[in-house]
């Protein structure tokens, strides 16, 4: 890039490399140039736990076949639900 002595600013068109000697040198990876100075790298998410409730629920007790089921565990009408909705086939049918 080309630089005039009078103004101390960077002209350079790269972002990043800076050719005229104006600019100093990024600090790390991720920091972005303002026109003025390095700014910082910005928000970075930290990892999540993955758990959304760490509260234990107590075990529940189906209607039809008086079932205990954990928090975990998951009914083969459900299982069969969640695959249809995945293969995008219809939903089945239960006849009482």
Do not use: M
Not at 1 to 17: L, R
Not at 48 to 71: N, R
């Amino acid at each position: 890039g080309s630089s005039s002595s009078n103004s101390k600013k960077c002209t350079c068109d790269d972002p990043y490399k800076c050719s005229c000697g104006l600019r100093p040198p990024r600090p790390s990876k991720g920091h972005k140039w303002d026109g003025e100075k390095w700014g910082g790298k910005g928000h970075k998410q930290k990892g999540a736990s993955g758990q959304t409730s760490t509260v234990a629920t107590a075990a529940k007790t189906t209607q039809v076949g008086k079932t205990q089921i954990s928090e975990w565990q998951k009914l083969p009408s459900q299982l069969l639900d969640a695959f249809c909705k995945k293969e995008r086939r219809p939903r089945p049918k239960y006849k009482s």
